[in-house]
């Protein structure tokens, strides 16, 4: 099934009175449920503005995105806001974690925005957690934990509200080596069971442990 | 996103910054209890003042020096152009109307021995002043028509002035030195209690024959009139105007029944509460800069929390309420110290003097200190929800 479909994607960046900066070419894209795709490519290639593009937290400035089967290119803030929680996973490089609450509360947060209540939403998010291997520490605050406890608490609240995307953006690039595999790990499990995961990275050895890879280079996706 | 989830996000942030917190609060709780201590001593103030004026009996018409509300009203600078043949001419013509007594007031150190009292007020009156303002003489005898008549040096003392010269000692037929002069004791007044912190019972009475000639004074402070029937008091007051009118004008004198004073003194006492209070609302104003200047700190502080937020998908409403809450809240909490603090603090100052606690200062000022917090709130609060969730998130 198609997940993601990019068609003709532009992205113009207007700097001061006379200046444009192109981010993103003509891009075209189709991700099926399922996919785990790495996007490579140096820094200033558009890997991020295509991530914010796909996590539709911006808006492409012209093309079409279909999320599955549904034209998402020109939606308002709001309804923006809506898709973000009930499709799409974030996983960012430096965790984002609210450090004055617990990792409970912080891995249930998509769900207090998607209206989902009490037992429920603590339920959900005890299973995201036990799915990361952290349910001995539910009371604990994030800055108690390691980087890579805290990375998987990261992902724990991107999988809370059962999205059909998890968007990762460096989710290795605070990491050491070794913990950096066991958060790959995770993401290997959780696509074996069926999630389709979007990964940005500019380490090739991340981006080779994921089935599918697209580079970019200067806004372009590279044959 | 319900508002019970908001709520205790907003409660979350601020308990995580406490100290901040409390000084933010601050501002508000000492507007609202300024607000509440201010009001209810103007209340208290009034509430003594009409309790006694409303103790001299509604007969009473009161004959001041000065025109109420003119150029030189009282208190003002001016000559007192009353003499005591007004006051005689008074008593001569309403002799079937009212009671007439003329009063001078001064005030000065009393001595008995070697023990020096620290200045009391001094009233020369006549032997009706007792019947008048309803006096009780508590021992002894009030000053009468022949104390008067041949100015003897006799003096009926407050309980104050009591307690300090005499202690326990009967002070009956005792004498005591007035501004330098042998008064004998020859009666105590029972106790009339204080006004906004001045002792009533701190004073003396003397004849008002003793009283002009020890101190060379020439014109009555007050003239009281007593009407005999209560359905003529307008009729004594109509009368009393026309026959000053003869020899002043409008502007020497001001003639008023004891519902007229008791109005004067709920306009000065309105205008007092509305000065004080417009002061120390403004001091609320102040608290909610204070607010406004914290939550732009605090927004700009979790900016990356806002992007994060919104990533999540918390809607740009679900943004600005949440920090518009924590303003509100914070200007809530101030509130209700303010209130607490300034209930406590008025009834810790009623033991000195009297502060009556009024609902509407109380509702007022909480209900101008939560509005306070909205005003103030909504700026930082739309800013933190139109916040770029791209750029929040990469906000150092």
Known sequence: MLLVQLANIDKIYQIGRDLKFQALKNINLSIKSGEFVAITGPSGSGKSTLMNILGLLDRPTQGSYELEGQDVARLSEKVMAEIRNKKIGFVFQQFNLLNRTSILDNVALPLIYGGIDGEERIAKAKEALDQVGLSDKLQ???????????????????????????????????????????????????NNSGKTIILITHELEIAKQAKRTIRMRDGEIEK | MNHLETFRVAITAILANKVRAFLTVLGIMIGVLSVILLTSLVSGLKTTITKQIAGLGSNLVIVIPGRIGGARSPGGIQANRLTFADAANLKNKLRQDALVCAVVQKTGTLKRLNINDKGAAIYGVQANYEKIISLKTEKGRFINEADVASGRRVAVIGKTVEKELFGATNPLNQTIKIVGLNYVVIGVGASRGSIFGIDQDNSVLIPLTSAQKQFGITSPNTIYLNALKAENVKDVQAKATAILNKRLTEDDFSVQTQEQALSTIATVTNVLTLGLGGIAAISLIVGGIGIMNIMLVSV????REIGLRKALGAQPEDIR????????????????????????????????????????????????????????????????????????????
């Open chain 1, 140 to 190: 604990n605050r994030p800055n108690q934990l390691s980087g890579g406890q805290q990375q998987r608490v990261a992902i724990a609240r991107a999988l809370v509200t059962d999205p059909q995307i998890i968007l990762a953006d460096e989710p290795t690039g605070n990491l050491d080596t070794k913990t950096g595999q066991q958060i790959m790990g995770i993401f290997c499990k959780l």
């Open chain 2, 300 to 303: 700009t502080e979790r900016t």
């Open chain 2, 321 to 396: 309420n949440q920090f518009l809450i924590e303003a509100v809240t914070l200007s809530g909490i101030g509130g209700i110290i303010g209130i607490v603090l300034g209930i406590l603090l008025s009834l810790l100052i009623n033991n000195f003097l009297q502060t009556t606690i009024t609902w509407w200062s109380v509702i007022l000022s909480f209900g101008f200190a939560m509005i306070v917090g909205v005003i103030f709130g909504v700026a930082p609060a739309v800013r933190a929800s139109r916040l770029d969730p791209i750029q929040a998130l990469r906000y150092e």
